[in-house]
């Protein structure tokens, strides 16, 4: 397996990082960038992976190519790859560059897919969703589960659905982290010192988390630390009273619309 990775930035190195981790001695991975030769230098020591100065080069020897570069290069990327390819496994991970977009910029019969990642790649832990195109065999779909799980967990939807779920798993741990500061700054109000509060918040959310993971539902679990009449129904009755849940809903559509460029 000759896998072409284009672009050494963060979410490259995510993939590349979990790939090495995977321990296939028959997988080979060459990395390419725009033009930072010491980024890509450092991904090649670090992981002992190859290089390519131009990876138009190295095309012909891929059988999977995958796309971490950003969004807007795109275009450009593939009307100079399309020539190049002979049927090889194309992945994109660019936000927003569906597989509509990439069949209708690659060569007819192009294996394509998108995968939407999120920032816990890093760690190994993405939520990734992803979508593939129409000309993706059992074979490739193997390729494709081995390269997702490198970064996490995975859940294959529809492409619309990958637009509109971004904002869920994508952007909605910026919202867990907006939750997050403004627990810290209520802590400290109360005399602890910002590390205190940060230790506490971490450990909290951590293990809720853990609770989730262990398969309870949220309502479940929230109804286990609401005493009716206590004092944690009194502080969600302040966040339903501010409609807590239409407002997540209506940040959800927000940035769903922002991502479409659309008002509606
Ligand atoms: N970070 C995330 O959490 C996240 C989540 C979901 C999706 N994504 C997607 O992942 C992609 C990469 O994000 P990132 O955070 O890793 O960005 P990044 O750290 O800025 O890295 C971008 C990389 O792309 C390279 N590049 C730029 N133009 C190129 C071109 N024309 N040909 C080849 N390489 C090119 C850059 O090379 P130089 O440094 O040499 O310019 C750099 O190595 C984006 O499309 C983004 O939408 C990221």
Redesign the pocket.
């Known amino acids: 397996m000759n896998i072409l990775m284009?672009?050494?930035?963060?979410?490259?190195?995510?993939f590349i990082s979990g790939l090495r981790e995977q321990k296939n001695e028959n997988m080979i991975i060459t990395v390419?960038?725009?033009?930072?030769q010491d980024?890509?230098r450092a991904l090649v020591e670090k992981y002992g992976i190859q290089e390519a100065n131009d990876?138009r080069l190295v095309v012909g020897e891929a059988d999977v190519i995958i796309?971490?570069?950003?969004?807007s290069?795109h275009e450009?990327?593939f009307q100079d790859l399309s020539p190049l390819l002979n049927g090889q496994l194309v992945i994109?991970?660019?936000?927003?560059?569906d597989t509509t977009f990439m069949q209708a910029h690659l060569p007819e019969g192009t294996p394509v897919c998108w995968i939407?990642?999120?920032?816990a790649?890093?760690l190994q832990a993405s939520m990734s969703t992803f979508v593939c195109g129409h000309f993706v065999s059992s074979e490739h779909r193997l390729v494709i589960e081995m390269i997702l799980a490198a970064i996490g967990d995975y859940e294959e939807l529809t492409e619309e659905q990958v637009h509109d779920l971004t904002a869920v798993t994508?952007s909605a741990p910026a919202f867990l982290y907006l939750f997050c500061e403004s627990l810290e700054k209520a802590a400290v109000r109360y005399g602890v010192s910002p590390e205190q509060a940060r230790k506490l918040v971490t450990k909290m959310v951590a293990g809720s988390a853990a609770m989730l993971k262990s398969g309870h539902a949220p309502s479940e679990l929230r109804e286990q630390v609401t005493t009716p009449g206590g004092s944690t129904a009194a502080g969600l009755m302040v966040l339903e009273e501010a409609n807590f849940s239409e407002l997540i809903g209506a940040a959800v559509k927000a940035t769903n619309e922002h991502a479409r460029g659309r008002k509606n």
């Open positions: 284009i672009g050494a930035g963060r979410m490259a190195e995510a390419t960038n725009h033009t930072d980024r890509r990876w796309s971490a570069a950003p969004p290069s450009r990327l994109t991970v660019a936000a927003g560059i939407m990642p999120n920032t790649a890093q994508g």
